[in-house]
């Protein structure tokens, strides 16, 4: 049986104000292709589906669509719930999409309810696959109904584990059965990425891998970074890159092969990016003028601008050769130390209404205005001060 581990698909997100949908569509494109081409019996999606609770019409349809590609290309979809995701919205009608071949896994009370699948059908064995889906588990809102008298992490994730295990020693009564299980929380070893959401409030979260031993496979969610916490712990990370943080990430999945003899194998499966991600760091006219950047070009890109100091109209001048720039910091180097004075102080030290618009400017961008730009200025408080003069 062939598994393709995935999960943080985060439908409908942006990437610092720009829509992702169209290369949301591009990687969906890519996994049915792939689903068809390597014969994929079943996807998993390790949570965080949608980006947000309410998701739009059109994130919601190009999840349906996806849903319905998978299906025909031959393959079963088993999902989980991640943090970003409502549960009750992305479980809506699961027990209707089971007919289909999509199982959602949501509620605690399904922790123990897996996925069902002969592992060689019309074969001589009658093991099983059973493929267990742990949503994201908020200790707060699931601790009582679990019966776990605290409310961390890692209590309710260790309930949530020896659930399933009891649920597999019980099924391997009457013949083998292979656990896989999908888990949206952040395990120890993790690297993480900008673009996760914190899971937990006043602390990391993180629960040892331990807890997820003896099973065949985790697939987990939640980190964007793939990796590999153990041969039979993984993160698949996210398909897309969604912070400049990912930006040396090779993104793809994790394609699991389970033997007719239950031995699992694991290779990684790679995704074309539809974009690539720039971080560059250097004085402007540097950047606007080596070679060494023509990479750059056509990609996203986040400037650190290094100069002494803070060039007018950065932004513009960068953007005539790279267009694509999202994100514009500063960091001058060999600059002299200035001291700090708070924008109360400069207020308060100002002479006139033109010493004030000045020192705004000086204030938010680290350079005062330049001689036209006084002159600008100086014009366009006379002129308010003549108009209120006729008032």
């Known amino acids: 049986m062939r598994l393709l581990h995935t999960s943080d698909w985060h439908l409908g997100r942006s990437f610092h104000g720009v829509g992702m949908l169209e290369a949301q569509r591009s990687f969906v494109d890519q996994l049915v292709a792939f689903v068809q081409a390597q014969s994929v019996d079943v996807v998993l999606i390790a949570g965080d589906v949608y980006d947000r609770a309410l ?54 009370e399904e922790l123990d309810l897996p996925v069902l699948l002969p592992l060689d059908p019309g074969g001589d064995t009658s093991a099983e696959v059973a493929i267990y889906g742990i949503p994201y588990l908020e200790p707060r809102l699931v601790a009582e ?13 260790k309930e949530a584990t020896e659930r399933i295990r009891r649920d597999v020693e019980r099924r391997r009564e009457s013949g083998p059965v292979h656990p896989v299980v999908l888990a949206h929380t952040f395990a120890s070893g993790g690297i993480t990425s900008e673009s996760e959401r914190d899971i937990s409030i006043g602390g990391l979260g993180a629960v040892p891998l331990d807890l997820f031993e003896g099973f065949t496979y985790t ?25 400049f943080s990912e930006a040396k990430h090779h993104k793809g999945a994790w394609l699991l092969e389970i033997g007719t003899d239950g031995a699992a194998s694991v290779e990684e499966v790679l995704w074309e990016p539809p974009k690539a991600l720039a971080v560059l760091r250097g004085k402007l006219d540097h950047l606007l003028a080596s070679q060494e950047y023509a990479w750059a070009e056509n990609a996203y890109c986040q400037v650190t601008l290094t100069d002494a100091e803070r060039p007018a109209q950065a932004m513009e001048k960068l953007r005539t050769r790279f267009p694509e720039t999202l994100v514009l910091a500063f960091d001058p180097e060999g600059a002299e130390s200035k001291p700090q004075t708070s924008y109360s102080n400069r ?14 400017l000086e204030h938010v961008r680290d350079r005062g205005p330049a001689e036209s730009e006084v002159v600008a200025l100086r014009e366009a408080l006379e002129a308010v001060r003549l108009e209120e003069a006729e008032l």
């Open 55 to 108: 998701p739009g019409l059109d994130v919601v349809k190009l999840l349906d669509d996806a849903l319905v590609r998978l299906t025909q290309a031959g393959a079963a979809v088993v999902a989980t719930s991640g943090n970003h995701d409502s549960a009750i919205r992305l479980g809506f009608a699961s027990r209707l999409l089971e007919r289909g071949g999509v199982h959602v896994r949501t509620r605690v």
């Open 145 to 157: 109904r679990l019966g776990v008298g605290n409310a961390n992490h890692f209590d309710v994730t």
């Open 219 to 243: 697939a987990l969610g939640h980190l964007h970074g793939r990796q590999e916490l153990a041969p039979n712990v993984r993160y698949s990370g996210s398909p897309l890159a969604y912070s």
């Open 347 to 360: 207020l308060a030290e100002a002479e006139n209404d033109l010493d004030v618009c000045c020192g705004f």
